[in-house]
């Protein structure tokens, strides 16, 4: 377990009569964060600790001639050389998103192993793994490696590498590892009868979470009972343990993976840093020491397994005169890097909003996930619907222009009215909630407001104009699939054909594992099961079991469990905790008054209709009698202790809800909530420069009830700055060799308080009918949106001059601009 901590902060509600629930309470991991008495994995070094270095490839595609380790072995401070021959002999591969690929020769198996194995596939690649008594001796032991490498041509580019002229794993002999076309309706029919078809191509860079904390972990042996104790940051530990103890060859109860309560972010990046808990505890096993490695940031930028979508869109859509869209046709490649990494189905959770906020019947979704001489893909805060909704909206955008229609009426003409909800999609998905027509207006007479005497003013807009700055904006629109968890994830791993003869009882969605113990002074103690990196948890938690209980914040504490002492669960991701952790907490909570008055009513030999719960005490009606925690505690203590264990499990919000059927059985990604924005951020283009300056964010949001305006805001915001670096700032810059031009945060753009401006957010509450709280899923809204809506402002800004959608990719660099205003003079 890791370690606890008190809440001691905000811990007194405005009035008696107010919950703490739905109030802006200050988070309570902030205040040891702040102060410096937070623990995160570079605090964590156990006695007798050694350190690992790893050795890694220069190259994009190489084959290894050689490895001589007998220079570095002989250097006095090395305790141990890994490379994959060692691997080999004792240890498996790691699993992978795909790990078998079928072809016309048939079906051959797709290997990971932890070290690059004869061919080095991307730049950075671990080669060789060296441990020595310290980092800075580790460094210089990976120095003496000696890796002789034959270079080969490399492919780095998506649409390239489909014609498999150069192919990165030679055994599997294509790079196309998974294709697939589904259609829903009938597409050809509506592309032919409608009276108009627009068409697009988008391209979305490859980008990185760049977490403030790189990936570290601490693994140790245990000889006597031949098990691991794993410490590392790694999102989703109950769910991805299985990479690590199958890769090791070991039981899950073998290997205890835990995570500290402190870890300096991840928005999806670091469920994918298991091969760094498998080379320590590899190392660890052969040297029965402790041994630790941390990332260095070009590690992190280059080879960190932790890169993003990678696609190319054509996008197709069938719109008659008079707005109405009748099809949509959806084309990607999706360029995943060297290997198939665990999270492959983010190609497939943009069927959980495959036509977004617009009612459309008739869809195809296809897409080919291909296989580059580049970093690997993980998951990343969206989880490949920012791309899709960036692609849609600026196809939206282009349709209406065709005909002669104003961008925003052409989207209210389209959406999902109120009445349809709860709104089946053609992909099976639903939306449980929302008035998307009203939120859009809102955010129209934001813009009213603007142009008149504010930032799109007429008179001001024109003087821009003539200093070379043009301004615009273009309000786009999107939904924010929350709360997945089910099996559907593994859609890629089964067998196609048996999809069809699947039944809803054959598919396991995964609760929200929630547990407490009353402690002998009255206080409370929750343990999650998840993970946490930065989301909250422990403030909603104890802000939720306050309420509950009818007692302080301040008397409950929230300590996670590892990944042996939690049953496997999804965990924090995919816009899932608010819904699941608050469901799971109302859940203990009723599940621990129902204890304590059982527990009261023993102790004085009454049935427990006669005991009521109030206040954080147990009263025994009519007699004036009651107990404190405190005095329940010790009168339990005395007993069978039922007021120390107790564990609730909340499940999914689709479990028993029949219309989610089809997609589980389908295997069609299932999210049972659905928040809604829609965004107008103002932008100015300077046309000498190529720069664009966002000069507000406006931005209108409905996540159901907040049950922390705080911590909803902070989410949004924080995603919004992630969504303008990867508008405007960041990219890798990939060389046709496959060489990355920017692995140093001097040449990878992050958003500062410089690109940041000032949000400006309000909010629509539609209650989610699925879930416990009515709370939806928000923690990957911003960075879903923002992109899109400040494509689609360019655009806007841009327009006068006569540029066809100068904002055609990702990121939208100041060249890609300058570009766009040569070709036209």
């Not at 601490?218 to 103890?245: A, K």
């Not at 052409?410 to 998905?429: A, D, G, V, W």
């Not at 107790?646 to 689709?654: F, K, L, R, T, V």
């Not at 402002?793 to 055609?808: C, F, K, M, T, Y």
Request: proline share 5%; glycine share 8%; aromatic share 6%.
């Amino acid at each position: 377990m890791s370690s606890s901590h008190p809440t001691d902060a905000g811990t007194e509600p405005e009035t008696e009569s107010e919950s703490f629930t739905g109030q802006g309470l200050p988070r309570v991991e902030d205040h040891r964060i702040l102060t410096g008495n937070a623990e995160f994995i570079h605090d964590i070094t156990p006695e007798n600790c050694l350190h690992m270095a790893l050795v890694r490839s220069m190259h994009a595609h190489a084959e290894i001639e050689s490895i001589d380790t007998e220079e570095a072995e002989a250097h006095p401070d090395c305790e141990l050389v890994l490379t994959a021959d060692d691997l080999k002999a004792e240890y498996n591969p790691m699993p992978t998103g795909i790990d078998s690929v079928e072809t016309e020769d048939g079906v051959t198996d797709l290997f990971e192993w932890s070290l690059a194995d004869e061919k080095a596939r991307f730049v950075g690649e671990p080669v060789a793994a060296v441990v020595a008594s310290d980092r800075y001796a580790a460094e210089d032991v990976a120095d003496l490696v000696d890796v002789e490498y034959d270079a080969v041509e490399a492919v780095a580019d998506g649409m390239a590498a489909r014609e498999d002229e150069v192919v990165v794993h030679e055994d599997v002999g294509t790079n196309v590892v998974d294709h697939e076309r589904i259609e829903f309706g009938d597409p050809a029919g509506a592309f032919e009868d409608a009276d108009n078809v627009v068409e697009g191509e988008y391209s979305w860079g490859r980008i990185s979470g760049v977490p403030l904390e790189t990936a570290g972990v601490v693994s140790s042996y245990d000889d006597e009972g031949d098990s691991f104790d794993i410490d590392c940051n790694i999102q989703l530990h109950t769910l991805v343990d299985n990479m690590i103890y199958e890769t090791l060859g070991y039981e899950e109860d073998d290997v205890r993976v835990n995570v500290p309560a402190d870890v300096g972010g991840s928005y999806g990046t670091k469920i994918g840093i298991h091969r760094y808990c498998c080379l320590t505890a590899m190392a660890s096993h052969q040297l029965e020491r402790p041994v630790k490695f941390e990332e260095d940031r070009i590690e992190n930028l280059q080879g960190g397994d932790m890169h993003c979508s990678d696609r190319e869109y054509e996008m197709r859509m069938a719109v008659d005169d008079d707005g109405t869209i009748r099809g949509l046709e959806v084309w990607f490649v999706d360029d995943f890097g060297a290997y198939p990494r665990y999270p492959v189905n983010q190609v497939l959770k943009p069927l959980s909003v495959v036509t977004n906020s617009y009612d459309i019947d008739d869809v195809t979704y296809e897409y080919d996930l291909v296989l580059t001489n580049k970093t690997s893909q993980t998951a990343y805060r969206g989880f490949g619907v920012d791309p899709h909704i960036y692609a849609l909206e600026m196809c939206i955008d282009k349709a209406a222009r065709a005909i002669d229609m104003d961008p925003t009426a052409f989207r209210r003409h389209n959406l999902i009215q109120p009445e349809q909800m709860p709104y089946t999609l053609p992909s099976k998905n639903i939306y449980d909630s929302g008035d998307y027509p009203a939120t859009l207006d809102r955010i129209e007479e934001i813009i009213e407001d603007e142009r008149d005497g504010g930032l799109l003013d007429p008179e001001v807009v024109e003087a821009k104009r003539k200093e070379g700055k043009y301004r615009g904006v273009q309000p786009s629109v999107i939904i924010e699939p929350g709360v997945s968890g089910s099996d559907w994830t593994d859609r890629q791993r089964s067998d196609r054909e048996a999809l069809a003869d699947r039944s809803r009882d054959d598919v396991e969605e995964l609760p929200e594992h929630l547990r407490a113990t009353l402690e002998n002074d009255g206080t409370v103690t929750a343990y999650l099961a998840t993970d946490s990196s930065g989301q909250g948890h422990q403030t909603l938690v104890s802000q939720l079991l306050a309420d509950e209980l009818e007692i302080l914040p301040s008397d409950i504490e929230v300590d996670y469990l590892d990944s042996i002492d939690a049953p496997t669960e999804y965990g924090s991701a995919a816009s899932r905790m608010a819904v699941m952790l608050s469901g799971a907490t109302v859940g203990l909570a009723e599940r621990f008054v129902q204890t304590a008055t059982a527990v009261a009513a023993d102790h004085w030999g009454v049935s427990e209709a006669d005991v009521s719960y109030r206040d954080g005490a147990v009263e025994r009606i009519d007699s004036g009698d009651s107990l404190s925690l405190a005095e329940l505690a010790a009168i339990d203590d005395d007993g069978d202790r039922r007021l120390t264990q107790i564990s609730y499990n909340y499940e999914h919000p689709a479990t028993e809800h029949e219309e989610f059927d089809e997609a589980f059985s389908r295997k069609f990604p299932v999210y049972p909530t659905a928040a809604f924005g829609a965004n107008a951020p103002i932008v100015e283009v300077d046309i000498e420069t190529g720069e664009v300056d966002i000069l507000t964010f406006h931005t209108v949001r409905d996540c159901g009830t907040m049950l922390n305006p705080m911590i909803v805001e902070g989410q949004a915001h924080g995603g919004i700055a992630q969504g303008i670096g990867a508008s405007l700032l960041e990219e890798f810059g990939y060389e046709a060799d496959g060489q990355p031009q920017a692995i140093t945060l001097f040449d990878y753009l992050l958003p500062s308080i410089e690109n940041v401006p000032e949000i400006q957010m309000e909010h629509t509450e539609t209650p989610s009918p699925y879930t416990e709280t009515g709370a939806k899923g928000v923690g990957e809204g911003g960075m879903i949106d923002a992109p899109a809506s400040i494509a689609t402002s360019i655009n806007a800004a841009l327009e006068p001059l006569g540029i066809d959608e100068p904002a055609d990719q990702i990121p939208v660099a100041p060249d890609h601009i300058r570009k766009n205003v040569r070709e036209l003079e």
